[in-house]
């Protein structure tokens, strides 16, 4: 009878063990980023709309696109991690006029735009004479660490441009 017992009690710290465990992935907020981020805060609409412009940037052809390097996940890190308060602020402000923008152009998410209407918008952005300093600042980074990204890339290191080490390949005995 007492070995039933411990069985039983065996059986509910289990049970009460992996309830405690799971928990927290379950009761975890679904609005933070995919990415642990230090500094910034980033949604994830906003990290889709930031994917979205970088696929947009560098958009997949017979080579992977940006959005399968994780090109944004980099221009995010790069971000938090390199640039100082006032600037990660700016790029944070750049984002919400990139939204309002998007809005008031096309009536519309940026992610839900077809890839002409994301080309066009782009465009626009670029050819814009408004004095908007936050979104010509985050396009501005968002382009530029988008192509760091690509370029410093393992696809783009070992398939595009191969990388050799300084001082190259060693030709020891070349006749003179």
């Known amino acids: 009878m007492t ?4 069985r039983e009690a065996i059986k509910q710290l289990f049970c009460i063990t992996a309830g405690v465990t799971l928990l927290p992935s379950c009761m975890s ?5 995919g990415i642990l981020l230090k500094n910034i805060k980033i949604s994830t609409e ?4 930031l994917a979205a412009v970088c696929e947009t940037i560098l958009p997949k052809t ?6 399968e390097l994780s090109s ?3 221009v995010l890190t ?3 991690e390199c640039r100082k308060k006032e600037d990660q602020q700016q790029f944070i402000n750049g984002m919400k006029s990139f939204q309002d923008k998007c809005k008031t152009y096309k009536g519309k998410d940026f992610t839900s735009c077809t890839p002409e209407d994301k080309n066009a918008i782009l465009s626009a952005i670029i050819a814009d004479k408004d004095d908007n300093t936050d979104l010509k600042y985050f396009f501005k980074t968002v382009k530029g ?3 760091q990204s690509y370029t410093a890339s393992e696809f783009f290191m070992t398939k595009v441009q191969v990388y050799e080490l300084v001082p190259g390949r060693y ?6």
């Open 3 to 6: 070995h039933l017992k411990r």
């Open 29 to 33: 907020d679904r609005s933070k980023s």
């Open 46 to 49: 906003e990290e889709a709309i």
């Open 62 to 67: 017979a080579t992977p696109g940006a959005k």
């Open 72 to 74: 944004h996940l980099f």
């Open 78 to 80: 790069m971000v938090d």
């Open 145 to 147: 660490l988008t192509i």
């Open 171 to 176: 030709h020891g005995c070349v006749p003179a």
